[in-house]
């Protein structure tokens, strides 16, 4: 069984004209251990994704169907209470700013010592000494010393190191990284993605991370998936989506990446943009910027059927003749 | 932190030195001060060996030394209405506004504050609309108005609590203190509670506001993230942040409570300073106004550093911190 199963997830927002749905029939597993990366154009639900997977989607919002199991159990029918004690004990969370995600009022100690005395039964001293094990975990020198000092005190990178041990510090088998890098400098984003990655792997923690980096998921996750317009386009292994991608708007995605080396590829940048929540045309929501796109595109909606080694959402891979 | 603290006072004495300067030129100018010691008939030659004893013919720089040395010893000379030492006077009339005041501070925070949370943490209940309403009330209507609404609805209708005074006092050395008698605490009620009422709404409203604003923030949200119980978020995480700001109003207010007390004071005929302050205005009782100027101001200023001080024990990042510097680099 998956660590983590998403099935037919529905994320709504009602508004004065009408319910929006920003995630739509989104289906996906993880597994113990394992490093999901999740891509997209802005807006395309990644966010919302995460925040319905730790119940933490901020109202109106809310989940309008599917199912969320943990270990095989459902966790998006709990009570908020039963949540909150499943937030940082078995999923942990990663936000994008570093710098506005600590308590500028708590030092970093205080802050750990708290997060882990409310998930595991242990007293001060032994709080505080796993604390500073955390803070040497994740890099951080003369951790018994800055055990004590407030996040102010710390830089943008380590202030991320600190976040990633608090996400960390209570042991969750699964973490949700929602741009853990964006708003840092070039010069730290590869050390923090190669921290996230080392932590997890070694505590056999599976991670959901949301970038934009292309990159980051070559080198870090084993599988992808490729969300456009609150939808699931494609899900795979790397290697199988980044090399030879099996629909149309990942291929235009890889296309759009720069390659470095010595010849440059010509940018294949995808024409338009992504359509609104308030007019995703019908049948398939790519289909306006589809450069394959044909007649049933705009009046079938694709479901998400296995490709290869992976599964993609696209009418070409559904026997629909063209 | 030590050179803050140095700025810090130094700041508050320039202020006291221009309260003073102000006290001292209300006093030379005012009225002239020799009238006020010599008898109508008196001669200009009485006049003239007045006018040297108290020293007004030597330089402004002079007399103006010479009253603030004065003044830091508590001396402002004797009251012309009853020809007491004004700092006996004051002292005796002090203790009145000093508890009425702590009173009124105390209740708006002990009050202002929980009111505030719950107004933020359920803001669509009906008591926080409620108290919405009440508190939009509170804050525009004018205080001797509420005053005399409290002594017509809790005196008069009800007779519950007395309308003037201060009950039996209790002499404490030369404090004389309402809190150890049940008259003196029954007496403390009213005024202190009209006295409150405005920087209680004030101080619930922006509680209100603050943590509905900090609520929204990132590291609640990570705290949530992290799996942590609601009250140590609310109660934790969010008030300490929301508290910044209810500490600055609140120093600004505790002055402001002392210049309404005068109000509050004359309504409840409150033995205090401010009712002095009223009596020495009305005979142009100089002495008596210049000693309240200054001993207000001294008050403020006071508080001000306080609070100032208190800021660097709340908020980390204020602090001026020797590790900073070696703290940094990713
Ligand atoms: N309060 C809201 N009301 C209505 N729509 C909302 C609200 N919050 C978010 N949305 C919509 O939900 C959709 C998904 O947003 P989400 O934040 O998940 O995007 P994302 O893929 O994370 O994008 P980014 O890369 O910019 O972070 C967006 O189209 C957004 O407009
Ligand atoms: S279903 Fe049609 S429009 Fe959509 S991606 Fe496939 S080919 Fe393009
Ligand atoms: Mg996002």
Redesign the pocket.
């Known amino acids: 069984m998956a660590l983590l199963e998403v099935e037919n997830l529905k994320?709504e927002?009602p508004?004065r004209k009408g319910v929006?749905t920003?995630?739509d029939n989104v289906s996906f597993n993880v597994e113990q251990g394992e490093i999901l990366g999740v891509v997209?154009?802005?807006?395309?639900?990644?966010?919302?994704?995460?925040?319905a997977v730790i119940g933490l989607l901020?109202p109106?919002?809310r989940i309008g169907g599917g199912q969320i199991r943990l270990d095989g159990k459902r966790i998006d029918n709990l009570s908020p209470d039963e949540m909150r004690k499943i937030r940082g004990r078995h999923i942990g969370a990663i936000f994008?700013d570093p710098l506005t995600s600590l308590n500028p009022l708590f030092t970093v100690g205080e802050q750990l010592v708290e997060t882990i005395r409310t998930h595991l039964p242990m007293s001060a001293a032994d709080a505080k000494k796993r604390a500073i094990g955390w803070l040497a975990e994740v890099g951080i020198p003369a951790p018994d010393r800055r055990f004590d000092q407030y996040p102010h005190q710390f830089s943008g990178g380590m202030r991320q190191r600190v976040v990633i041990a608090l996400a960390l510090c209570a042991e969750p088998r699964l973490i949700i990284a929602?741009?853990p890098t964006t708003a840092l400098d070039v010069s730290v984003q590869a050390q923090i993605i190669a921290l996230l990655k080392r932590v997890c792997r070694e505590r056999n923690a599976a991670a959901i991370l949301?970038t934009?980096d292309m990159g980051v998921i070559a080198e870090t996750a084993d599988r992808v998936a490729v969300?456009y317009a609150?939808r699931l386009a494609e899900i795979g292994p790397v290697a199988h989506v980044l090399q030879k991608p099996s629909h149309p708007y990942t291929a235009g995605l890889m296309g759009s990446i720069p390659r470095v080396g010595p010849r440059p590829k010509r940018l294949i940048q995808i024409e338009g943009s992504m359509p609104?929540?308030t007019d995703i045309p019908s049948g398939c929501a790519f289909n306006p910027r589809c450069p394959k796109v044909f007649a049933e595109c705009h009046r079938i909606r694709p479901e998400l059927r296995p490709v290869a080694d992976g599964a993609a959402a696209c009418l070409l891979y559904e026997g629909v003749t063209q | 932190m030590f050179v803050f603290l140095v700025r810090r006072l130094l700041q508050a004495v320039m202020v006291m030195l221009a309260v003073a300067f102000i006290a001292f030129l209300m006093f030379r100018y005012l009225g002239d001060p020799v009238n006020n010691i010599v008898s109508q008939d008196a001669t200009q030659q009485q006049r003239e060996e007045v006018r040297q004893r108290l020293g007004l013919d030597d330089p402004m720089a002079i007399q103006y030394g010479r009253f603030v040395i004065n003044a830091a010893k508590g001396d402002f000379g004797v009251s012309y209405r009853n020809s007491r030492p004004v700092s006996a006077l004051l002292a005796e009339r002090l203790p009145a506004t000093a508890e009425l005041v702590l009173v009124a501070a105390l209740l708006s925070l002990v009050l202002g504050i929980p009111l505030g949370i719950y107004t933020a943490l359920k803001p669509r209940g009906v008591l926080s609309q409620g108290l919405q309403i009440m508190s939009l009330i509170g804050i525009s209507l004018p205080t001797f108005v509420t005053g005399i609404l409290l002594i017509l609805v809790f005196s008069v209708w009800l007779g519950w609590l007395p309308s003037f005074g201060r009950g039996d006092v209790i002499d404490i050395g030369w404090w004389s203190t309402g809190f150890l008698t049940a008259s003196g605490l029954k007496a403390l009620i009213l005024p202190s509670f009209m006295l409150c009422l405005f920087q209680l709404t004030l101080i619930m409203r922006l509680v209100r506001a603050e943590m509905l604003e900090v609520l929204r923030a990132d590291y609640i949200k990570f705290a949530k993230a992290r799996g942590l119980k609601n009250r140590a978020i609310h109660f934790r995480h969010a008030l300490k942040n929301t508290l910044i700001p209810v500490v600055t109003i609140f120093g600004l207010q505790l002055g402001g409570l002392i210049a309404f007390a005068i109000i509050t004071e004359t309504v409840f005929q409150w033995p205090g300073m401010g009712a002095l302050f009223i009596q020495a205005v009305n005979f142009t009782d100089v002495p008596v106004m210049a000693a309240y100027l200054v001993m207000v101001s001294l008050i403020f200023v006071i508080i001000n550093t306080s609070v100032d001080l208190l800021y660097n024990v709340i908020d980390p990042r204020l602090r001026t911190d020797p590790t900073r510097a070696s703290g940094k680099g990713a």
């Open positions: 994320v927002f508004t929006l920003a995630v997209g154009e802005s807006g395309a639900g990644k966010s919302m994704t995460g925040a901020e109106p919002g994008q929602d741009e949301v934009h969300m609150g609104r929540l």
